[in-house]
């Protein structure tokens, strides 16, 4: 079956060290998505890329890094410089007029 | 800037009774409008869309929206709820005419069904 595979399900970290979320899809689509997920709200863009090789900055960017080596590929990664790193972390993806397909997240806990 | 308000942060229901959601919009464009759901520890489901058209949308699990664009909004209705409908409801809304990933979400709706 056609999907987005994000790991881990939980995550946890010490403050100060960065943590790199995978997200693999298999739906050929061209675009993907980070969302972050934080209780009362919503969901808010940090990063994304309509192909290989390219991404732009969503509205909470600073402290994330992405790639976009391969089509399949869109790994977040959380720098220590995220001031609030805790949160549920999804992993989304899209083609051309479609709606936006989810992975089940990563729940990442920074103590 | 477009933006979404999600009136109520938690509606509890009755199994069997109806349940309404609401949803308004800012925007200065012509909007494409979403409706996802997410049960716990789980990611969103596209329960309907509102692309152009017709203003009444149905969509899956017997779930229905109704597009007013005067008003600027967007409430999601379902006349019987069971107690598997207990989740979180977002609502949605992309400008972009090409793509629908980048979406400002409203805060959510959390329902709650009890027998």
């Known amino acids: 079956d056609g999907g987005i595979t994000q790991s881990p399900k939980y995550l946890f970290r010490k403050e100060g060290q960065n943590v790199t979320l995978s997200c693999e899809q298999n739906?050929?689509?061209?675009?993907m998505y980070w969302y972050r997920q934080d209780p009362g709200q919503g969901l808010r863009l940090i990063y994304y890329s309509q192909i290989v090789n390219d991404f732009q900055k969503g509205d909470i960017a600073e402290g994330y890094s992405v790639s976009r080596e391969k089509k399949e590929s869109f790994p977040l990664t959380v720098t220590s410089a995220q001031k609030n790193p805790t949160a549920f972390y999804l992993c989304?993806?899209?083609?051309?007029?479609?709606?936006?397909?989810f992975g089940n997240g990563t729940r990442l806990t920074v103590t | 800037a477009q933006s979404v308000t999600q009136l109520d942060s938690q509606v509890p229901v009755f199994e069997e009774a109806p349940v309404e959601l609401r949803c308004n919009y800012s925007?200065?464009?012509?909007?494409?409008l979403f409706w996802y759901v997410q049960y716990p520890n789980q990611g969103l489901q596209l329960l309907l869309k509102?692309?152009?058209?017709?203003?009444l949308v149905k969509g899956i699990n017997g779930f229905e929206a109704e597009f007013n664009k005067s008003q600027t909004s967007f409430h999601l209705r379902k006349p019987s709820v069971h107690i598997s409908d207990t989740a979180e409801y977002f609502c949605a809304v992309s400008e972009s005419t090409d793509s629908w990933g980048k979406l400002q979400f409203g805060a959510g709706t959390q329902v709650v069904v009890t027998p």
């Open positions: 989304a993806s899209t083609i051309r007029n479609s709606p936006l397909h």
């Open positions: 925007s200065s464009v012509s909007v494409y």
């Open positions: 739906l050929n689509h061209d675009a």
């Open positions: 509102y692309l152009s058209g017709s203003t």
